[in-house]
Nanobody, 124 residues
C-alpha cells in the first residue's frame, strides 16, 4: 500500500521561503506520479506541482511558476516542494498525492493515494 507523509508547513512572512517534504513508500512500480495540491478555506483544491518518477518531468501551475520548485530524492523516497517568495494567497493546507502512471500535469481526482495535509500560513 502506498503511504505518503507530508511535512514542513508553518508560518512565514510574505517574501519568505518554506520547503515541504513528502515521504513516500510502498510503490511496487517505478512508473508513478507525485503531485502537490493545496486547498484554502472556501476554495477548491488546486494543483500546484507535479513530478513523474518515470522520466523526471515536472509541472508547476502558473500561479507558482518561478517561485516553487518540485524535486525528488530517490534515495530517500522523498519529494520536495521548495517555495520561495511566498505570498499571502499561498496560504492553504498543502497535500501530496500519488498514483501509478498519470504523468504531469494530472487532476486531483486522478490520484488515489493522499497524505495528511500540512498547513502553510503566509502573513502579510
Amino acid at each position: 500500500e502506498v503511504q505518503l507523509q507530508a511535512s514542513g508547513g508553518g508560518l512565514v512572512q510574505a517574501g519568505g521561503s518554506l520547503r515541504l517534504s513528502c515521504a513516500a513508500s510502498g510503490f511496487t512500480d517505478d512508473d508513478y506520479t507525485i503531485g502537490w495540491f493545496r486547498q484554502a478555506p472556501g476554495k477548491e483544491r488546486e494543483g500546484v506541482s507535479c513530478i513523474s518518477a518515470s522520466d523526471g518531468s515536472t509541472y508547476h501551475a502558473d500561479s507558482v511558476k518561478g517561485r516553487f520548485t518540485i524535486s525528488s530524492d530517490n534515495a530517500k523516497n522523498t519529494v520536495y516542494l521548495q517555495m520561495n517568495s511566498l505570498k499571502p494567497e499561498d496560504t492553504a493546507v498543502y497535500y501530496c498525492a500519488a498514483d501509478y502512471g498519470l504523468g504531469c500535469p494530472a487532476r486531483y481526482y486522478g490520484f488515489n493515494y493522499w497524505g495528511e495535509g500540512t498547513l502553510v500560513t503566509v502573513s502579510s
